[in-house]
């Protein structure tokens, strides 16, 4: 047969050919890298003119990384032969052997560049494939080291400098499965010898530029094939019929695909007002548009809304009334939340958000220390017609663990985030309400220092939605000691809620449904207080600003435009001990930062931008994704607060490392998932994986060690805690080993928080005593993403009282008695309260006909089983601290039949006899239900029953 030979480099899109030969293709390698198996995982050679494989001198195995184009070949062709071409440029190993093993995932190749002889590789850069990550550093292997097909598709003996040639049957295979099914062509990956120091072997790379990679594949051609212009524009060799199903135009038989095969070239046009269409470039350019590339298509969140900053005045969160008491005192709130239609930016049509009293975002609650604060959530969620929602506005992933169960109607919980409460007041993710369902009473008592805090939805796998929709407010704490302080107050105090969000043309809000690997979202415009890019008026003179990150994903690295110096006087947890002067400050999702601003020495008119530089994801690449403009302020010529700001704030007693009961460490990582692709995960445990139980008073320390590339502001329910310090580490196969110094927290970090930025490769240590209330609380990461995707845990202040027998489940018979014990153990008076779901039972006959004992005790019993009395089981215990609820034992109760009416022990005719005088109206000393058959009758059908089981039938 006549052959034809072709040799392609990687700018070579395509090949076709005619069926009657058979053709040999040599590729050129389109991407090659190398991993090394360091500490952290994080070095490769991206750029560099060699690939390494084996163990070097030290110890280190590395192992490269090939991928060849072969989207050459036409479909339907069959591969008979492959050949693997490498140079092997350096060694002083002896000879071994090489193994080629297909990769499973894709992975990438970044900038990194090592020097000299690049044995040492280079800081892995984005994108770059390195021994834990197959794109740095978001995307990790399943498996360190790579994911691959542990048996080689080839084998080869190494020797000294010489180019090597790897053939086998199993390689046949991997290139005809790429051809076959072009989108698991994932290239190789190489192995040396790994079982011993001194196997090292370097290849040329193709940024050698000499001796690059080659792949030769000997295939015999399908079915007559050649170019096809699609509809895009880009170019597939198909068959002539598939070029017309796909509704492209052939180019005939034979035709490559090369770069202006396809001429006309069109692609997406964006339009300022978000609109999106398929034309040519000129026509694009011609209506103001933004031309985005030759066959790109109008995909969902191309095309950004371009909106004006700067011509909305800055909203002011009114303040929340209460339906009983006044704002600031003790209180009692009944809480709507609504659906409502809100305009957020001037050019924009009303944007359909939610919102607490159905204002986005909700009114401030103000506080006093002290002055409990009573408040009742009600998921009032309806559509436009007046109905209430099934379905959320956004996309729901049902495969998330809380829609799993509940589905896609927008349930709802609220969290008040960094307030000291008990348990069942804490917003219990899993403790949902949907439309038209009420929250408990939720009580707030107020016994913490004054502080900014805040409320936000909290609903298990869907608090992403929720907040992004809108459910988050100010709560503000205030005592006389603070107010005595003189700092700005009234019209100078200004709460400010910064969040990003991105807008359809229509005016709704875009939120992607999450696919496997997204694990952030970040918005593209920036709203405060519910406006998109606000404008101030600002008098001369001290503004305090309470500043909240209340983005999903997004952390915040704020200045002023001008340069000058702001004053960080608060942390999420209150005052600081004194004022911290800053020229710039961060603060990730959920962080809170007490801000004063002097306007008094600019001019009037003088125009000031509160400014972001913070990279998207967080710590990333400086100026990649950063929403650089916050709002405006404009200073305007009446003075305004000139109080002097106090050199003192408050006292900070730092708690002493060495007061602490234990020390727990919390590894951050993300990994597989087999619905969602991916979880971040804290410990690689799940919600209900509950290890971590302080005892009520106890001091603790908890390291978190972060495992990833990105930042996880971790906050912790209940308690305030202070940052001990933070140490870059290194972690290989979960072991970690401290590197460098530890490093004390910023000035302005040094009080007290609920939320910590846990930084990529750091141990960080934050200490907290565990006081005010037991109970089970959630802590997890703040980028709401990652919560949802799992990255939440538990853990239960054990208090004084403890539940150290749990109920357990039971299976008992209709008519028989249950029983189920709650041992706790306690100082002082226990209390107890048994519920069956969230009803509170009470002692007595029930309205189906069982009977309930021991309903305030820690035995409860119910006899008469019915089975409406089926279902999950609880005990409230409380004690001086609060409440601690046990376990949830399930009662299940099967249909049996009991035909010794006369209790003697046997069942015959005397049974008979003393069910036919009960239901004459004669005794019934033994209390018996009379109706046999169960059929909500008693009659001479439960005597025809009771005849056929004393005969030997069975039960009805």
Known sequence: MFRRSFVLGAAVVGLAAVSAFADILTLNSVSDNTMWQNATGGISNGAGDSMFVGTNDLGIIRRALVRFDT????????????????????????TNSVTIHRALAMWGEGTSNAQGGEGGGSVATTNDATWTHRLHPLFPWSTSGGDFVASPSATLSVGGIATYTWSSTQLVADVQGWIDTPGTNFGWILKGDETQPHTAKRFNARESGVAVPQL????????????????????????????????????????????????????????????????????????GGVYRGNGSTCTAGLCPVSLTPFVDALPLPGVAQPIQGQPGGAATYDVP?????????????????????????????EATRGLPVNVTYRNELRDDQGNFLTDHDLDVETCMHGPAERGTAPATVTHLHGGRVDSI??????????????????????????????????????????????????????????????????????????????????????????????????????????????LMEVRRGKYRFRMLNGCNSRTLT???????????????????????????MTISPGERADMVIDFGPLEPGTEVLLVNSAPAPFPGTPGVGVIPNVMKFVVQEE????????????????????????????????????????????????????????????????????????????????????????????????????????VPPLPEEAGWKDTVRAMPFQVTRVIARFDGFGGTYPYHCHILEHEDHEMMRQFRVTCWVD???????????????????????????????????????????????????????????????RPEDAGGYRCIVRDQCGPLSSRTATLTVFPTCDPDFNDDGNSDQDDVAYLVNAIAGGANPNNRDLDFNRDGNVDQDDVAALVNVVAGGGCP
């Open 71 to 94: 989207s050459a070949i036409p479909a339907g062709s069959v591969v008979t032969a492959v050949q693997v071409k490498l140079y092997m440029s350096r060694t002083t190993a002896p």
């Open 216 to 287: 030769i594949i000997t295939f015999t051609p399908g079915a007559a094939s050649g170019a096809c212009c699609l509809p895009d524009t880009s170019c597939q060799v198909l068959s002539p019929t598939a070029c017309a199903s796909a509704g492209g135009t052939y180019q005939g038989t034979g035709v490559p695909c090369g770069q202006n095969t396809c001429v006309g070239a069109i692609g997406a046009c964006c339009m300022p007002d978000g609109s999106c269409s398929v034309q040519t470039q000129a026509d694009c350019t011609n209506q």
């Open 337 to 365: 939340i609504l659906r409502v239609h809100q305009q957020l930016h001037r050019d924009l049509p009303p944007t359909v958000v939610y919102g607490y009293y159905g204002q986005y975002p909700g009114p401030t609650i």
């Open 425 to 534: 007041s804490d917003g219990q993710p899993e403790l949902t309400q949907l439309p038209g369902q009420s929250s408990p009473v939720y009580v707030y008592p107020n016994n913490q220092d004054p502080a900014t805090i805040w409320y936000h939805d909290h609903a298990l796998g869907t608090t992403r939605l929720n907040v992004y929709m809108g459910l988050a407010g100010f709560y503000l704490i205030r005592d006389a000691q603070e107010q005595a302080l003189g700092l700005p107050s009234g019209a100078y105090e200004v709460p400010l809620a910064i969040q990003d969000r991105s807008f359809a043309a229509d005016g709704s809000l875009r939120y992607p449904t999450m696919g496997q690997g997204d694990d952030h979202y970040f918005g593209d415009t920036m709203l405060v207080n519910g406006k998109v890019w606000p």
């Open 558 to 584: 704020l200045a002023l435009s001008n340069g000058q110096p702001m004053w960080r006087i608060g942390t999420e947890g209150g005052l600081l001990a004194a004022p911290v002067e800053v020229t710039s």
């Open 639 to 742: 003075t305004g607060s000139l109080n002097p700001l106090p050199q003192t704030l408050r006292t900070i007693t730092p708690i002493p490392e060495g007061s602490a009961a234990r020390t727990r460490t919390f590894m951050l990582e993300r990994m597989n998932h087999p619905c969602m692709g991916f979880m971040w995960t804290i410990n690689g445990l799940m919600w209900d994986d509950i290890t971590e139980f302080p005892r009520f008073n106890d001091v603790e320390i908890w390291s978190f060690v972060n495992n990833s590339g990105v930042v996880h502001p971790m906050h912790i329910h209940l308690v305030q805690f202070q940052v001990l310090d933070t140490q870059a580490c290194t972690i290989v196969n979960g072991v970690v080993t401290p590197v460098g110094p530890r």
């Open 803 to 865: 539940i150290i027998g749990q109920p357990r489940d039971t299976i008992k018979p209709y008519n028989g008695t249950a029983s189920f014990f709650a041992d706790a153990t306690g100082a002082g008076t226990l209390t107890y309260e048994w519920r069956k779901g969230t009803q509170v039972l009470t002692n007595g006959v029930t309205p189906h006909g069982s009977t309930i004992s021991g309903a305030t005790t820690f035995n409860l019993r119910i006899t008469s089983l």
